[in-house]
């Protein structure tokens, strides 16, 4: 016995599509291009199994599209914390302060310093989102940026050297921290620790991390789940500009 087409049913699919694809939007641009693939699919199989009347499908396509928001729960959890991080974390109301120029060119002088010399190192910019409950370990500082005791501090014989430093408000408030690592199937082989340190913070924060290369010697910045490697001098002087002008 033939049955209609059940319109409402595919309209359902169609919306939850749509839902489920702006909310990814929030996680990562990439992620939910994959995703709109993925849920185009399933709507076309839906429909044609609706036109075609074949009810063991239907209920298989529907239950895996009502499934989707609790596998994309697990799955992107850390984008998902970061996502809610993000929602939840109040707007300054305030016009942004301009960023000390003498902070940024400090830290400039001392990465330059420190790649010419291939020394590793990780300093991390705190931004708008706290970071405190992200790090470990670490040992409180709270002095003036300089090139000088930047670069003192990763030289490697010093006993905080392996760890980030940490800058917020223009001023180094720890150093020897350590960072969550990214588990990030996509990441180079070619990336050490640091750059793995530094990109699991960017996954979970909104904070600017800098990364000096012990092998290359090259600089790399890492923000929004992106690693920029061997960035450009002018590239890297606008985005610290940028970064030491919003700070939480």
Known sequence: MSCPIDLNGISDSIILAALIYLFSLLIRRDVALRLLGVMGVLVVFSLIARLIQVAPLIRVIDVIILSMPVVLAIIFQN???????????????????????????????????????????????????????????????????????LNSIFL????????????????????????????????????????????????????????????TGKISAVHDSKITYDIDQSDLKKLLKKAMAHHG
């Open 79 to 149: 984008d998902l914390r970061r996502a809610l991080l993000m929602l939840g974390k109040r707007q300054q109301q305030t016009a942004d302060q301009p960023a000390e120029d003498g902070a940024v060119d400090e830290v400039l002088r001392a990465l330059a310093d420190l790649a010419s010399r291939q020394i590793g190192a990780l300093i991390v910019v705190v931004r708008q989102q706290p970071i405190e409950h992200l790090i470990q370990v670490g040992t409180d500082i709270d002095a003036k940026v300089t090139s000088e005791l």
């Open 156 to 215: 490697p014989y010093s006993p905080i050297h392996d760890g980030a430093v940490i800058l917020h408000k223009s001023k180094i408030t720890r150093a020897g921290c350590l960072l969550p690592l990214s588990h990030n199937p996509d990441i180079s082989k070619s990336f050490g620790t640091r750059h793995r340190a530094a990109l699991g913070l960017s996954e979970l924060s909104d904070a600017l991390v800098l990364v000096v290369s012990e092998e």
